[in-house]
């Protein structure tokens, strides 16, 4: 499956690149975050629970960043399973300035998933999968848009 | 006429009501997972996710913690023990546990044995793989491109290229086709299908360590067969293994295979010493048993102007999956694809299949289908339609210019087989009249004339079945005769034992009808018993429709045996010569002297209590069946199609069917066959097809995906029979448990491209699905809005 998409957030481009940065906030963006490892700078293991229609599985991901070019361009690759489930994700992100307190966010993923929620859920996948991406991109937006940074609301876990 | 005596009896040709179906419409089947054994433990599986990928380490260490888990066993265990690999029918290898790498969706990785089945399904969430993803193939013309990646690193030939195999006389019909005055040409692909029967697959392996005995009780078409193999594989003496096929939830080709469940299933008992029950889930049975079909078939008729039919020549890559696991005889690694030159008396015909690994669960399961029938009868039924509207002429028309004709039999096909008897322009009339063939057409003029879509489809198939004559058919060199041995009771009831084994067949009841009719015996008085190996006679199994013509001759031989020997003692009664008994409306009698008689119940008891000095007691016979040749069962089909303007849909608004099998035992089980088969051709034709994406993610894991036919879409069948008796059966009977999913797919099919064929539509590959109608119709702006 392949996604992208553009977003325009009301901060200044540094803002969005120390928020993207930060292992935690993005994670709590995540939809159905459960917990974090983190095993190095850019070397992450978040564990995220989905529901595909009626199959529910629980992932463990290996989170690498690769190719960061700050304050602009960050890519990463993630892998995960779960039972008789596994995704592999490949993801840019691309930032502009287009004026002091306004950044664009451009990003791109393609993802793979094999297994039971494929192959059980593949109706519904890709809409699910197109819901949980605005989502997550929706509460990172807020979320750099709030007032105090520092109290991220939570996505509602899925 | 029926006199009182058959009236009595009930032998062949009676309606009589299916013995089996009391305990079924009670409720009280018993099928394997009824089976519960003290001490059982139960097994559940892990499958993989990836189409292929490398497995670089299991970790089970948090499946074993918990609570009520015995063991896990992955493939490094079984191959300590030699059994990681299994042999498949077809001589190739297949994997039972992956020990480094796994080459399809959903393969089994590792089995958890636990106190609970729910806790075993628990475990296997909890059983750590870590994989390095490879790139699959998952078609079969990609797989033949050198650089594709290779499925079966394993053997030595380092493609995915299984075989090649070819028949009839390539020089002569390419002579045919380089002077031909008419060819036409066309690609059909015909889909992965599944079986989809009501039970899945599973067994209950019980190893009793003081006898150093296992049983099994498994969900098995072939019990005998799988008994050998089983012995030949693990070292137990055959004596020391019982395989027992209890009732059967539905088979139709897809309890045929060995699967690795059941392997693991009796290691695990072995070593525990514990029974361990093994029942799949709908989706593992969806996803990962053997599938059917998967042929991509290119075909090519030669003719004359004048639509006479001379040459056929087709190529065909046959996708196998990731193990070559079909059950086809073993000289016939693309079964009897051979017939396809079907009905029709054609000068020459050249057919090759290539057969190919792909990243899927093994192929060629031959679906309520003798061997790749259906794919055959598919081929050139809609070939035959394809002539006739390149040429202007009706389907009816070019069908009775082509038939073999009724004297020619038996006919030499050429493609080599020898078909038995045959008479197909009596059955395409009586479909004709049944249907109201003429009057159709003009009602379909006239709707197009307004704009509707109506469709007329013909299929006349021959099927091939009774697998068969010993000196060509062989199941791993085991010959594929049938068995049934019979014995009568000094009362005059009797226990019939037979080699194959019924999976809604109805045997205990046609079976019994034979003996009946052989006889003289009311049929009720007649037990049949069957799938259990320690009692059963040995005998290849029930698939291919081959029980009727291989042991259903083996019983009326073994029946005729005990007619022998009863003549003797009927003699030996009546104080008479043997040479002056006759055998007269199901009793003995002198010759011209109807009031000196003596029934078979009254032989029988003599048989115990007062048998001639010299001669052995009792009254039983054994007899394995040869069959001299195969039989070739045939059907006129015309379905009736109306096309939905608005969505698409194709609608069967009426389906005549007349099948010819033969002799008929039952009547009413032989309609029940046709209704049931229709229903299951009627499927693939517009329901069913198994994809999968470009990762190997099967596409139709589930049954909201993958379209199993309702009542709701199934038309009211129309059925009728014509009788052409095979001339080498005993009974002249062809077998029918096929004919209708073999015959229908065409039928549908050809009707829906004769509904749009003025649109210049000349072939659909199935299923015909509504979105396809809809797409040709909006394209040729034909939509209803």
């Known amino acids: 499956m392949h996604f992208e998409g553009t977003q325009q957030i009301n901060a200044p481009i540094t803002t969005v690149w120390r928020y993207i940065n930060d292992p935690d906030k993005v994670a709590a963006c995540a939809p159905g975050f459960k917990t974090m490892e983190i095993l190095g700078p850019d070397h992450f293991k978040p564990t995220i629970a989905v529901g595909i229609g009626a199959v529910k599985a629980t992932f463990t991901l290996d989170v690498r960043r690769i190719d960061v070019n700050e304050p602009t361009h960050a890519a990463m690759t993630a892998r995960g399973n779960a039972a008789g489930s596994a995704v592999e994700m490949r993801a840019t992100m691309d930032l502009a300035a287009d004026s002091d307190s306004l950044t664009t966010m451009a990003w791109v993923a393609d993802v793979n998933i094999s297994g039971t929620i494929a192959s059980v859920g593949a109706r519904l996948m890709e809409g699910t999968a197109h819901k949980l991406t605005a989502k997550f991109f929706d509460c990172f937006r807020q979320n750099i848009e709030a007032p105090s940074a520092e109290e991220p609301s939570q996505a509602p876990a899925t | ?785």
Request: hydrophobic share 40%; proline share 6%; with cysteine.
């Open chain 2, 1 to 785: 006429m029926t006199t009182p005596a058959q009236t009595q009896i009930r032998g062949m040709g009676h309606s009589v009501k299916r013995k089996e179906d009391p305990r079924f419409l009670r409720g009280r089947g018993h099928y394997v997972d009824d089976i519960k054994l003290p001490g059982m433990l139960y097994m559940d599986i892990a499958r993989s996710p990836y189409a292929h990928a490398k497995i670089l380490n299991i970790d089970a260490s948090k499946a074993l913690a918990l609570p009520g888990v015995l063991a896990v066993i992955t493939g490094k265990d079984l191959d300590a023990a030699g059994l990681a690999w299994m042999p498949t029918l077809m001589s190739d290898k297949q994997m039972v546990l992956p020990v480094d790498r796994v080459v399809y969706q959903a393969q089994e990785v590792a089995a958890v044995i636990a106190t609970d089945r729910y806790i075993a399904a628990d475990a296997i969430t909890l059983i750590d793989v870590e994989y390095e993803p490879l790139p699959p193939v998952v078609d079969p013309i990609k797989a033949l491109e050198p650089d594709a990646p290779l499925v079966r690193p394993d053997r030595e030939q380092k493609t995915n290229h299984i075989w090649h195999w070819e028949a009839g006389d390539a020089g002569k019909t390419d002579e045919a086709f380089n002077s031909a005055e008419v060819v036409v040409a066309q690609d059909l692909y015909i889909p992965r299908i599944h079986v989809s029967s009501i039970e899945t697959c599973g067994c209950v392996a019980s190893f009793d360590k003081v006898e150093g005995k296992l049983t099994v009780y498994m969900t098995t078409q072939a019990p005998h067969a799988i008994r050998t193999v089983f012995s030949l594989v693990s070292g137990i003496p055959e004596h020391k293994i019982r395989i027992i096929s209890p009732d059967i939830g539905g088979g139709f080709g897809g309890k045929v295979p060995v699967y690795p469940g059941y392997v693991i299933a009796s290691v695990a008992s072995i070593q525990t010493g514990l029974p361990i029950k093994w029942i799949e889930d709908r989706s593992e049975n969806l996803q990962a048993d053997s599938f059917a079909r998967d042929y991509h078939i290119h075909a090519e008729l030669a003719a004359k102007r004048d639509g006479t039919m001379q040459a056929l020549r087709v190529k065909t890559i046959a996708d196998h999956g990731a193990f070559d696991a079909a059950a086809n005889p073993s000289k016939f690694p693309a079964g009897l694809f051979s017939v396809i030159t079907g009905s029709y008396a054609l000068d020459a015909a050249h057919v090759e299949v290539d057969g190919v690994y792909t990243n899927k669960p093994s192929g060629g399961v031959a679906y309520r289908c003798s061997f790749r029938v259906t794919e055959a009868v598919h081929t050139i039924e809609r070939m035959v339609d394809t002539l006739a509207q390149q040429l202007h002429m009706d389907p009816a028309d070019i069908r009775m210019k082509n038939f073999i004709p009724p004297d020619a039999f038996p006919y030499k096909s050429a493609t080599g087989w020898e078909y038995d008897s045959g008479n197909y322009p009596a059955a395409l009339q009586k479909a004709m009249d049944k249907v109201g063939y003429a009057e159709l057409r003009r009602e379909q003029a006239e709707k197009r004339a307004r704009g509707e879509l109506m469709g007329i489809g013909i299929s006349t198939f021959t099927e091939i079945v009774g697998a068969g004559p010993s000196n060509t058919f062989d199941i791993l060199g085991i010959k594929m005769f049938d068995s049934a041995e019979i014995r009568v009771h000094p009362t005059g009831s009797a226990i019939v034992r037979i080699g194959v084994q019924t999976q809604g067949q109805g045997h205990e009841t046609t079976f019994a009808q034979i003996v009946a009719e052989e006889l003289g015996l009311p049929v009720e008085n007649i037990a049949v018993e069957h799938g259990d190996t320690d009692t059963a006679p040995y005998g290849l199994g029930t698939y291919a429709s081959r029980s009727t013509p291989t042991a259903g001759a083996a019983t009326a031989v073994a029946a005729r045996k005990i007619r022998d020997k009863a003549k003797k003692l009927a003699a030996h009664l009546l104080e008479a010569s043997e040479d002056d008994i006759e055998w007269s409306d199901y009793k003995f009698q002198v010759k011209g002297v109807p009031s000196r008689s003596v029934t078979m119940q009254q032989v029988a008891f003599a048989a115990y209590t007062n048998h001639p000095q010299g001669m052995e007691a009792g009254l039983e016979a054994v007899d394995y069946y040869d069959p001299p040749n195969l039989t070739f069962p045939f059907g006129a089909y015309i379905c009736v199609v109306d096309i939905d303007r608005g969505t698409g849909e194709v609608k069967i608004r009426r389906f005549v069917a007349i099948d010819d099998c033969g002799n008929v035992i039952n009547p009413m089980i032989v309609e029940g066959q046709i209704h049931g088969g229709l229903t299951m051709g009627m499927a693939p034709a517009l329901l069913e097809a198994i994809t999968y994406d470009e990762n190997g993610n099967i596409q139709q894991g589930n049954l909201m995906e993958y379209l199993l036919p309702t009542a709701m879409e199934t038309p009211v069948w129309e059925t009728d029979r014509t009788v052409t008796p095979s001339p080498h059966h005993p009974f002249g009977a062809k077998g029918v448990g096929e004919s209708a999913t073999v015959g229908a797919p065409p039928a549908i099919a050809n009707a829906v491209v004769d509904a749009l064929s003025h649109l210049g539509v000349t072939h659909l590959d199935i299923p015909i699905t509504p979105w396809k109608v809809y797409a040709i119709l909006q394209e040729h702006g034909a939509t209803e809005v």
